[in-house]
């Protein structure tokens, strides 16, 4: 069974910073990408890394603050966050897919994890 659990989420000051973690069980994917969704809003892209490790992605609005990376012997991705905002309040989902390269899109991903909470006080 493929399981997608994120954690690492909470309440942090402007300026902060927190590390996500999404550690995947069940199967090995080719790429991990992580997505946001504030209330009343759609989810959103954040970042997302394929296999290799030359092409992360990232949203123009996280660029230069949020790295993604990968440790391949846990089966996890992390989303580090710093110089954290108000706006980057949202609840923070976890996706995978089969394919190395990583995606944008939501559409693009077969599993999700249930999502953790980031709060970002001004």
């Known amino acids: 069974q493929v399981q997608l659990v994120e954690s690492g989420g909470g309440l942090v000051q402007a300026g902060g910073s927190l590390r996500l973690s999404c550690a995947a069980s069940?199967?090995?994917?080719?790429?991990m990408g992580w997505f946001r969704q504030a209330p009343g809003k759609e989810r959103e892209f954040v970042a997302a890394?394929?296999?290799?490790?030359?092409?992360?992605a990232y949203a123009d609005s996280v660029k230069g603050r949020f790295t993604i990376s990968r440790d391949y012997t846990k089966n996890t991705v992390y989303l580090q966050m710093n110089s954290l905002k108000a706006e980057d309040t949202a609840v923070y989902y976890c996706a995978a897919r089969p394919s190395q390269w990583g995606s944008g899109d939501l559409k693009d991903y077969d599993y999700w994890g249930q999502g953790t909470q980031v709060t970002v006080s001004s």
């Open positions: 890394r394929g296999w290799s490790a030359s092409n992360p």
């Open positions: 069940g199967r090995t994917f080719g790429s």
